[in-house]
């Protein structure tokens, strides 16, 4: 298969773990979960080049990553199952509300560590 190279681990846990979820999970449900993943990743992405590039991100820029950075949207859709509602701009409203407030929750926790090790991705620092 891999030309006698090992996969690395994460990407073997990640095949295992989307391989266990299509046998479980309809179509419609996996593409949501994907985007989620997709959104995850390039908020990762962007942390990580304004943490290289020692860069304090914008207020609202931040705010609107944060949920993204969290993995609080892959909670929601877990906790969502197979019940698949219509998606209304209400319901995304709601969510990203509520995605918000955990987020909140979490830099005000992490705040003296975040302090304490120069990062400026929390915006209560």
Not at 30 to 49: H, I, P, V
Not at 72 to 78: C, D, E, G, K, S
């Amino acid at each position: 298969g891999n030309g006698g190279f090992s996969e690395d681990p994460m990407v073997a846990a990640w095949r295992e773990l989307r391989t266990e979820m299509s046998a479980t999970y309809q179509a419609d449900w996996l593409a949501k979960w994907d985007a989620y993943w997709a959104s995850f990743l390039e908020g990762q992405l962007w942390e990580k080049a304004n943490k290289s590039a020692e860069k304090v991100p914008e207020l609202m820029q931040y705010r609107a990553y944060r949920p993204y950075l969290s993995g609080v949207f892959f909670a929601f859709q877990l906790l969502k199952g197979e019940y698949n509602p219509l998606p209304t701009c209400e319901s995304k409203e709601l969510e990203y509300k509520i995605a918000r407030w955990i987020c909140l929750g979490n830099v005000l926790i992490s705040a003296v560590k975040e302090l304490q090790s120069n990062d400026c991705h929390n915006e209560v620092i």
